[in-house]
Protein backbone atom coordinates (compact mmCIF):
# COMPACT_ATOMS: atom_id res chain seq x y z
CA UNK A 1 0.00 0.00 0.00
CA UNK A 2 1.42 3.85 -1.08
CA UNK A 3 1.23 6.01 1.48
CA UNK A 4 0.54 9.63 0.75
CA UNK A 5 3.01 12.27 2.53
CA UNK A 6 3.56 16.08 3.19
CA UNK A 7 6.66 15.66 1.06
CA UNK A 8 5.04 13.62 -2.26
CA UNK A 9 2.25 16.29 -2.17
CA UNK A 10 4.88 19.13 -2.09
CA UNK A 11 6.95 17.46 -4.57
CA UNK A 12 3.69 16.85 -7.14
CA UNK A 13 2.83 20.35 -6.54
CA UNK A 14 6.42 21.98 -8.04
CA UNK A 15 6.59 19.74 -10.71
CA UNK A 16 2.54 20.88 -11.49
CA UNK A 17 3.73 24.51 -11.17
CA UNK A 18 7.13 23.77 -13.15
CA UNK A 19 5.43 21.88 -16.34
CA UNK A 20 2.61 24.75 -15.95
CA UNK A 21 5.50 27.97 -15.64
CA UNK A 22 5.13 30.23 -18.68
CA UNK A 23 8.94 31.29 -18.93
CA UNK A 24 9.74 27.22 -18.42
CA UNK A 25 7.63 26.96 -21.90
CA UNK A 26 8.79 30.04 -23.23
CA UNK A 27 12.90 28.72 -22.07
CA UNK A 28 12.09 25.78 -24.07
CA UNK A 29 10.68 27.97 -27.45
CA UNK A 30 13.48 29.62 -27.88
CA UNK A 31 16.72 27.35 -26.94
CA UNK A 32 17.61 28.09 -23.56
CA UNK A 33 18.51 25.97 -20.49
CA UNK A 34 16.81 27.43 -17.58
CA UNK A 35 13.99 29.70 -16.74
CA UNK A 36 16.66 32.01 -15.52
CA UNK A 37 17.39 33.64 -19.05
CA UNK A 38 14.44 35.88 -18.43
CA UNK A 39 15.69 37.01 -14.74
CA UNK A 40 19.03 38.44 -16.32
CA UNK A 41 16.91 39.27 -19.65
CA UNK A 42 14.81 41.72 -17.93
CA UNK A 43 17.57 43.34 -15.51
CA UNK A 44 19.67 43.89 -18.78
CA UNK A 45 16.56 45.37 -20.40
CA UNK A 46 16.12 47.40 -17.47
CA UNK A 47 18.96 48.97 -17.06
CA UNK A 48 20.85 48.42 -20.15
CA UNK A 49 24.11 46.40 -18.98
CA UNK A 50 25.35 43.69 -21.72
CA UNK A 51 27.05 45.17 -25.03
CA UNK A 52 29.27 43.77 -27.74
CA UNK A 53 32.55 43.91 -27.28
CA UNK A 54 32.73 43.76 -22.85
CA UNK A 55 34.01 40.88 -20.65
CA UNK A 56 31.41 39.58 -18.78
CA UNK A 57 31.90 37.09 -16.18
CA UNK A 58 29.33 34.43 -15.14
CA UNK A 59 29.49 32.78 -11.98
CA UNK A 60 27.48 30.19 -10.52
CA UNK A 61 26.52 29.64 -14.68
CA UNK A 62 25.33 25.79 -14.28
CA UNK A 63 23.49 25.44 -16.64
CA UNK A 64 23.79 27.76 -18.63
CA UNK A 65 21.18 29.73 -19.44
CA UNK A 66 22.51 33.43 -18.59
CA UNK A 67 25.77 32.52 -20.66
CA UNK A 68 23.45 31.98 -23.39
CA UNK A 69 21.62 34.87 -22.73
CA UNK A 70 25.11 37.04 -22.92
CA UNK A 71 26.03 35.27 -26.00
CA UNK A 72 23.03 36.12 -27.84
CA UNK A 73 23.91 39.66 -26.66
CA UNK A 74 27.01 39.93 -27.67
CA UNK A 75 25.97 38.88 -31.59
CA UNK A 76 22.69 40.65 -32.14
CA UNK A 77 22.77 40.06 -35.85
CA UNK A 78 23.45 36.33 -36.13
CA UNK A 79 20.53 33.47 -36.34
CA UNK A 80 20.00 31.90 -32.96
CA UNK A 81 20.72 27.86 -32.56
CA UNK A 82 20.29 25.89 -29.75
CA UNK A 83 19.75 28.54 -27.43
CA UNK A 84 22.99 30.35 -28.71
CA UNK A 85 23.69 32.70 -31.36
CA UNK A 86 26.01 31.32 -33.76
CA UNK A 87 28.85 33.38 -35.95
CA UNK A 88 30.88 35.76 -34.61
CA UNK A 89 31.25 36.46 -30.82
CA UNK A 90 32.05 40.18 -29.97
CA UNK A 91 32.92 39.84 -26.65
CA UNK A 92 34.38 37.46 -24.08
CA UNK A 93 32.45 35.39 -22.15
CA UNK A 94 34.03 33.51 -19.30
CA UNK A 95 31.90 31.49 -16.93
CA UNK A 96 32.66 29.17 -13.75
CA UNK A 97 30.61 26.76 -12.12
CA UNK A 98 31.44 23.68 -9.38
CA UNK A 99 29.17 21.48 -11.51
CA UNK A 100 29.97 20.79 -15.12
CA UNK A 101 28.35 22.97 -17.49
CA UNK A 102 27.14 21.34 -21.29
CA UNK A 103 29.12 23.79 -23.81
CA UNK A 104 27.80 27.14 -25.23
CA UNK A 105 29.64 28.15 -28.49
CA UNK A 106 32.50 30.92 -27.50
CA UNK A 107 31.82 31.06 -23.77
CA UNK A 108 35.00 29.68 -21.98
CA UNK A 109 33.84 27.57 -19.05
CA UNK A 110 36.48 26.73 -15.78
CA UNK A 111 35.19 23.71 -13.65
CA UNK A 112 35.71 24.95 -9.72
CA UNK A 113 34.67 26.28 -6.56
CA UNK A 114 34.82 29.78 -6.06
CA UNK A 115 35.49 30.34 -2.73
CA UNK A 116 39.01 27.91 -3.71
CA UNK A 117 42.16 30.50 -4.06
CA UNK A 118 43.33 28.69 -7.06
CA UNK A 119 40.47 28.28 -8.52
CA UNK A 120 39.72 32.12 -8.67
CA UNK A 121 43.66 32.56 -9.85
CA UNK A 122 42.56 30.52 -12.44
CA UNK A 123 39.83 32.68 -13.66
CA UNK A 124 41.62 35.80 -13.20
CA UNK A 125 44.61 33.97 -15.34
CA UNK A 126 42.16 33.34 -17.98
CA UNK A 127 40.89 37.12 -18.29
CA UNK A 128 44.56 38.11 -19.46
CA UNK A 129 45.14 41.10 -17.51
CA UNK A 130 41.63 42.39 -18.60
CA UNK A 131 39.14 43.99 -16.04
CA UNK A 132 35.42 42.28 -16.26
CA UNK A 133 32.77 44.85 -17.98
CA UNK A 134 29.86 42.82 -16.10
CA UNK A 135 30.06 40.62 -13.09
CA UNK A 136 26.85 38.42 -13.10
CA UNK A 137 26.37 35.93 -10.11
CA UNK A 138 24.10 33.37 -9.87
CA UNK A 139 25.40 31.54 -6.65
CA UNK A 140 23.75 30.09 -4.63
CA UNK A 141 24.40 27.61 -1.69
CA UNK A 142 22.85 23.97 -1.06
CA UNK A 143 20.65 25.48 1.62
CA UNK A 144 20.51 22.66 4.79
CA UNK A 145 17.57 25.07 6.52
CA UNK A 146 19.01 26.16 9.17
CA UNK A 147 18.30 29.38 9.26
CA UNK A 148 21.60 30.78 10.43
CA UNK A 149 24.00 28.52 8.78
CA UNK A 150 22.41 29.17 5.12
CA UNK A 151 22.35 32.72 5.85
CA UNK A 152 26.25 32.49 6.96
CA UNK A 153 26.54 30.02 3.31
CA UNK A 154 24.71 33.16 0.56
CA UNK A 155 26.20 36.22 2.48
CA UNK A 156 29.81 34.44 1.83
CA UNK A 157 29.39 33.70 -1.74
CA UNK A 158 27.96 37.34 -2.11
CA UNK A 159 31.14 38.86 0.09
CA UNK A 160 33.26 36.90 -2.75
CA UNK A 161 31.36 38.52 -5.83
CA UNK A 162 31.58 41.69 -4.33
CA UNK A 163 35.32 41.65 -3.42
CA UNK A 164 35.96 39.76 -7.21
CA UNK A 165 33.98 42.98 -8.62
CA UNK A 166 36.08 45.21 -6.57
CA UNK A 167 39.36 43.67 -7.88
CA UNK A 168 39.21 42.31 -11.16
CA UNK A 169 36.07 45.18 -12.88
CA UNK A 170 36.18 48.08 -14.30
CA UNK A 171 35.49 51.14 -12.37
CA UNK A 172 32.09 51.73 -14.28
CA UNK A 173 31.32 48.18 -14.45
CA UNK A 174 28.12 46.45 -12.90
CA UNK A 175 27.88 43.58 -10.55
CA UNK A 176 24.37 41.32 -10.57
CA UNK A 177 24.08 39.13 -7.75
CA UNK A 178 21.40 36.68 -6.34
CA UNK A 179 20.47 37.18 -2.56
CA UNK A 180 17.79 36.28 -0.87
CA UNK A 181 15.55 38.39 1.80
CA UNK A 182 15.57 37.37 5.31
CA UNK A 183 18.58 37.58 7.96
CA UNK A 184 21.42 39.04 6.25
CA UNK A 185 20.06 40.87 3.59
CA UNK A 186 19.73 44.25 4.94
CA UNK A 187 23.41 43.92 5.62
CA UNK A 188 24.40 42.50 2.07
CA UNK A 189 22.81 46.07 0.81
CA UNK A 190 24.80 47.82 3.03
CA UNK A 191 27.68 46.52 1.73
CA UNK A 192 26.40 46.87 -2.32
CA UNK A 193 26.21 51.33 -1.02
CA UNK A 194 29.30 51.00 0.38
CA UNK A 195 31.00 49.34 -2.42
CA UNK A 196 28.86 50.85 -5.57
CA UNK A 197 27.81 54.55 -6.73
CA UNK A 198 24.25 52.99 -7.38
CA UNK A 199 22.39 50.12 -6.22
CA UNK A 200 19.00 48.70 -7.05
CA UNK A 201 17.57 45.79 -5.92
CA UNK A 202 15.41 43.92 -8.99
CA UNK A 203 12.99 41.25 -8.43
CA UNK A 204 12.38 39.82 -11.90
CA UNK A 205 9.17 38.75 -12.92
CA UNK A 206 10.68 35.34 -13.90
CA UNK A 207 11.57 34.55 -10.26
CA UNK A 208 9.13 33.04 -8.88
CA UNK A 209 6.44 34.58 -6.22
CA UNK A 210 7.06 32.22 -3.16
CA UNK A 211 10.78 32.29 -3.85
CA UNK A 212 12.73 35.03 -1.58
CA UNK A 213 15.17 35.51 -4.12
CA UNK A 214 16.42 38.89 -5.25
CA UNK A 215 19.00 40.49 -7.50
CA UNK A 216 21.27 43.53 -6.70
CA UNK A 217 22.85 45.27 -9.05
CA UNK A 218 25.89 47.46 -8.19
CA UNK A 219 26.96 50.23 -10.64
CA UNK A 220 30.11 51.80 -10.57
CA UNK A 221 32.73 51.07 -8.20
CA UNK A 222 32.83 53.99 -5.22
CA UNK A 223 36.77 54.81 -5.35
CA UNK A 224 38.87 53.04 -2.33
Request: hydrophobic share 40%; no cysteine.
Amino acid sequence: MKVKTKGSKVNRAWINDHVNDPYVKLAKLEGYRARAAYKLKEIDETLHLIKPGQLVVDLGSTPGAWSQYVRRKMSPKTATSGGAAVGALNGTIIALDILPMEPVEGVLFLLGDFREPEVLQRLTDEMRGRQADIVVSDMAPNLSGIASADTARIENLVELALEFAQNHMKPQGALVAKVFHGGGYDQLVKRFKETFLVVKPIKPKASRDKSSETFLVGLGLKSS
